[in-house]
């Protein structure tokens, strides 16, 4: 006999992190191909040296560097165990039993599992024909149960983007006590001038709450940092959510100096979004329908051949993410291993 555990667990799925192994390429969990940026490293160091003290709860200096830099509040910033655990916070802050969150399917995988934990309903909204997000179909799916709305720009695992225009409709039809969340986790390796950039709408729209990371484009994904951006009293609940003391001082020191290297991050950044183009046009001369994709990884409908694609990967000594009967999505690499990737894409064209 063992205790009552809650009925509602029996249907979160498990997170699948991308698969690692020694001596394998690893393109599974879209991290960044450089090593932390420049005085991340001895930054970090010099608080190792203080790990007998509680780290500060309220992450007060990056929150203040992090105000400086997008130009709000510091009521408006909420730190957290990265992104995903910032997204746990938000769920648990408006979302409960009999209440509904919308989200885009295919999308990221810590929707389905913090929306079922927090014990409320699932409502998936299917991508449209070109692998993006259909924002008509997401705001046409609320209800008055919908206390939670997750749109993601760029997707993952697909990459397209949200337009400007689309998110502005969105906001306009969805009711202001629905909470909209804009996942920002790429925003840094947007290229295209009309896609969405969630501060534009913030000011004028107090449901409104950014997501962003320092896991991919600052190359942290190790230390579980991430951040909301909204409105004071949506902040102030994300806060009263969190884990005490969960972002350690390694973490928050390391955040600050990542975020004052942002010329070196735009440099790698850069890099990675010429190796996109790259990646894409080779693959879609190869034959490969690859959506558009404005984040750091490409997406190959591999459908019924999805287990068996990412098999030949393996053989070539390549870790990939596939999503069984869909789809591939592959991380962009340095040169050298997306050179791998591609020649393994062509012999399985
Ligand atoms: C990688 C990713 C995140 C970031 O996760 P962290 O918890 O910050 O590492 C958030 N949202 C999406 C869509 C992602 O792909």
């Known amino acids: ?8 667990l029996d249907d ?18 879209n ?11 001895e930054r970090a160091t010099v608080a190792a040296a203080n790990l007998h003290r509680y780290p500060d709860l309220a992450a007060t200096e990056l929150t203040c560097e992090l105000a400086d830099f997008l130009s709000v509040p510091t009521e408006f910033i909420a730190v957290g165990t990265g992104s995903v655990g910032v997204l746990q916070q938000i769920v648990q802050s408006v979302a409960s039993v009999g209440d509904e969150v919308v989200y885009p399917w295919r999308s990221f995988e810590a929707y389905p599992i913090t929306t079922r934990i927090a014990g409320a309903s699932v409502v998936e909204v299917p991508l449209d024909a070109d692998s993006q997000l259909d924002l008509a179909a997401l705001a046409g799916a609320v209800t008055d149960r919908t206390t939670l709305v997750l749109v993601c720009s760029p997707n993952n695992p697909t990459g397209p983007t949200v337009r400007r225009d689309e998110f502005a409709e969105l906001l306009a039809r969805v009711p202001e006590d629905v909470l909209v969340v804009l996942d920002e986790a790429y925003v840094e390796f947007v290229r295209d001038p009309d896609a969405v950039d969630g501060l534009d709408f913030l000011a004028a729209h107090p449901n409104l709450c950014l997501l962003r990371t320092f896991s991919k484009a600052y190359g942290l994904a190790g230390l579980r940092i991430g951040f909301a951006v909204a409105h004071p009293p949506v902040a102030a609940a994300i806060r009263k959510c969190a884990v005490p003391f969960g972002v350690s001082t390694i973490a928050q020191l390391a955040a600050i100096e990542s975020l004052r290297s942002q010329d070196a991050m735009r440099e790698r950044v850069d890099a990675v979004v010429v190796e996109r183009a790259r990646v894409r046009n080779a693959l879609l001369a190869q034959g490969w329908a690859v959506p558009e994709t404005e984040a750091n990884f490409v997406w190959l409908p591999t459908g019924a051949r999805t287990t068996e694609f990412a098999a030949a990967c393996r053989r070539s000594g390549l870790l990939v993410r596939p999503f069984e009967d869909d789809g591939c999505r592959v991380s962009i690499g340095g040169p050298a291993e997306n050179d791998l990737f591609l020649r393994t894409a062509l012999a399985q064209a």
């Open 1 to 8: 006999m063992y205790p009552r555990i809650r009925a509602a």
């Open 12 to 29: 979160v799925p498990a997170y699948v992190p991308g698969k690692s192994g020694i001596g394998l390429v690893k393109l599974s969990s």
């Open 31 to 41: 991290e960044n191909p450089f090593p932390p940026l420049p005085g991340v490293l």
